[in-house]
């Protein structure tokens, strides 16, 4: 299958492009592991940011919220 013709299939079945999707699935990932307490600069890496503040524009972006934010609801329980 050529890379046009999986895309056009990817997007048809998921209603958005694979690396949307990619995308999602990685933040879903760097949640998780946020919520767990894991620093930041180990979640980036883990989801592949090259650097943290790359990681956390994409992930403000996604969640209209800040690491910071996420990580401080944590230290609360």
Same mark, same amino acid.
């Given at each position: 299958?050529?890379?046009?013709?999986?895309?056009?299939?990817?997007?048809?079945?998921?209603?958005?492009?694979?690396?949307?999707?990619?995308?999602?699935?990685?933040?879903?990932? /760097?949640?998780?592991?946020?919520?767990?307490?894991?620093?930041?600069?180990? *979640?980036?890496?883990?989801? @592949?940011? +090259? #650097?943290?503040? /790359?990681?956390?524009?994409?992930?403000?972006?996604?969640?209209?919220?800040? *690491?910071?934010?996420?990580? @401080?609801? +944590? #230290?609360?329980?």
């Amino acid at each position: 299958m050529s890379r046009t013709r999986y895309s056009q299939l990817f997007t048809s079945i998921a209603g958005i492009t694979a690396t949307q999707y990619l995308t999602w699935w990685r933040m879903q990932i /760097a949640y998780a592991k946020l919520k767990q307490r894991h620093s930041i600069q180990e *979640v980036a890496q883990l989801v @592949r940011y +090259q #650097s943290d503040a /790359a990681f956390s524009r994409a992930f403000k972006k996604d969640f209209d919220e800040t *690491v910071g934010a996420v990580r @401080r609801k +944590q #230290s609360l329980y």
